[in-house]
């Protein structure tokens, strides 16, 4: 059975940041690795896609990384603004159209 | 271009009762997939239609059903409402199974 981990549970950095949040999941045959971002009392917003075949995706100040083999996933936020406070869930996608998700990274950004 | 569109937003319902759920992909993807969000669950995946067959379905009661019509669009049924069936019911669309999933608001069902 399929399991998402995500590191940390909670984030609080200072804007201007760096930061990187971390997902791992136990079993390395996965379609696709997704990224969402979701603020308070709303959907998904999807950030990111990587295709099983690919090592990394960049859009704007977001870049994902996918290593199969250890099962690890990365998203890294460059020059954190306060606008980017949300909770970040990774999600592999696993057969059909069955999204497997990680509990999230609640991630603050302080002015 | 509109996205997902899930209805109602909000629902209070009494346990007991039946409740039906709409979702309206986005307009050409065929995939329409459901999932139940609480806070001491997270995120699980409920089942997934495309080209109106049901595919895939998580581990959830019979009391949870859903349906895809020929323009895509889906519903989810659930009856005989229980206390722990409050949580936000989002719905999420794709072209094709397995690619780039893209999700409604929700709608937020609260069983009293």
């Known amino acids: 059975k399929q399991e998402v981990t995500q590191i940390p549970a909670a984030l609080s950095v200072p804007e201007g940041e760096n930061l990187v949040l971390n997902c791992s999941f136990t079993?390395?045959?996965?379609?696709?690795l997704q990224w969402f971002r979701q603020d308070p009392g709303k959907g998904l917003t999807s950030l990111l896609l990587?295709?099983?075949?690919?090592r990394e995706q960049t859009s704007g100040r977001l870049n994902a990384s996918l290593d199969k083999s250890s099962g690890r996933s990365t998203l890294y936020i460059a020059a954190s603004q306060p606008g980017d406070s949300a909770t970040y869930l990774c999600?592999?996608?696993?057969?059909?159209?069955?999204?497997?998700f990680g509990q999230g990274t609640r991630l603050t950004i302080n002015p | 271009k509109a996205g997902v569109t899930q209805t109602p937003r909000y629902l209070i319902k009494t346990r007991g009762q039946q409740v039906t759920l709409s979702c309206s992909p986005i307009?050409?993807?065929?995939?329409v997939s459901w999932y139940q969000q609480t806070p001491g669950q997270g995120l699980q995946f409920l089942f997934e239609?495309?080209?109106?067959?049901?595919?895939n379905k998580g581990n959830f009661p019979g009391r949870f059903s859903g349906r895809q019509f020929s323009n895509s669009r889906s519903e989810m049924n659930v009856s005989t409402l229980e206390l722990g069936d409050s949580a936000l019911y989002l719905c999420?669309?794709?072209?094709?199974?397995?690619?780039?999933?893209?999700f409604g608001q929700g709608t937020r069902l609260t069983v009293v």
């Open positions: 999420a669309s794709s072209l094709e199974p397995s690619t780039e999933a893209f």
């Open positions: 307009s050409g993807h065929r995939s």
């Open positions: 079993d390395s045959a996965i379609y696709n």
């Open positions: 999600a592999v996608i696993q057969g059909a159209q069955k999204l497997v």
């Open positions: 990587i295709q099983s075949s690919q």
């Open positions: 239609y495309f080209s109106e067959t049901q595919r």
